[in-house]
T-cell receptor
Framework: DARVTQTPRHKVTEMGQEVTMRCQPI?????VFWYRQTMMQGLELLAY????????DSGMPKDRFSAEMPDATLATLKIQPSEPRDSAVYFC??????????????FGEGSRLTVL | TQLLEQSPQFLSIQEGENLTVYCNSS?????LQWYRQEPGEGPVLLVT?????EVKKLKRLTFQFGDARKDSSLHITAAQPGDTGLYLC????????????FGSGTRLQVQP
């Protein structure tokens, strides 16, 4: 049963520490998305990749966030240094993006980050 | 300001009642999707609507895409406790950008 896998599921860290979240997308999907979910802002798009190439990272604070896709089976989202306002649930999603529309997105279970 | 506004934000109803959730925007979308999210999990796709005026039914759920492709609604008939969750609409802007923009969400609680 193909699914998106995210690690860690939960992370508690102190302000200033580096945080790395990992995602294994579904094999065969050509696009990987990183979203952040908070009660106040809902689901916000941070970045996405098409065929491993970064297409849009305008939703990320550039000075502290970075997203990479070193190979087809791994996407990473790094925060350095982390701040309390980064506390949220971070979701990775993958999909087979069509010419006109995104198609179905398959989400991981999320990484809940708490920065103290 | 959210690109996609959902209403109501919260809804608590009794089992057996009907309800409608709305998703509105001033922008045109090439397609619109509805997802349901349960606590501790990621959103799961319910339906995709593509054509203005389109109506799709999924058992007790009826989805409609507005004629101008700027709004959508989700109607649930005879709600059940298993329908409890966060309902999210998400759209592809008609600009060619292939990334979903999500609505603010409607949190539904169905009491037995």
């Amino acid at each position: 049963d193909a699914r998106v896998t995210q690690t860690p599921r939960h992370k508690v860290t102190e302000m200033g520490q580096e945080v790395t979240m990992r995602c294994q997308p579904i094999l065969g999907h050509n696009t990987v998305f990183w979203y952040r979910q908070t009660m106040m802002q809902g689901l916000e798009l941070l970045a996405y990749f098409r065929n491993r190439a970064p297409l849009d990272d305008s939703g990320m604070p550039k000075d502290r966030f970075s997203a990479e896709m070193p190979d087809a089976t791994l996407a990473t989202l790094k925060i350095q240094p982390s701040e309390p306002r980064d506390s949220a649930v971070y979701f990775c999603a993958s999909g087979l993006v069509l010419v006109r529309n995104t198609g179905e997105l398959f989400f991981g279970e999320g990484s809940r980050l708490t920065v103290l | 300001t959210q690109l996609l506004e959902q209403s109501p934000q919260f809804l608590s109803i009794q089992e057996g009642e009907n309800l409608t959730v709305y998703c509105n925007s001033s922008s045109v979308f090439s397609s619109l999707q509805w997802y349901r999210q349960e606590p501790g999990e990621g959103p799961v796709l319910l339906v995709t609507v593509v054509t203005g005026g389109e109506v799709k039914k999924l058992k007790r759920l009826t989805f409609q895409f507005g004629d101008a492709r700027k709004d959508s609604s989700l109607h649930i008939t005879a709600a059940q406790p298993g329908d409890t969750g966060l309902y999210l609409c998400a759209g592809n802007l008609d600009t060619g950008r292939r990334a979903l923009t999500f609505g603010s969400g409607t949190r539904l609680q169905v009491q037995p």
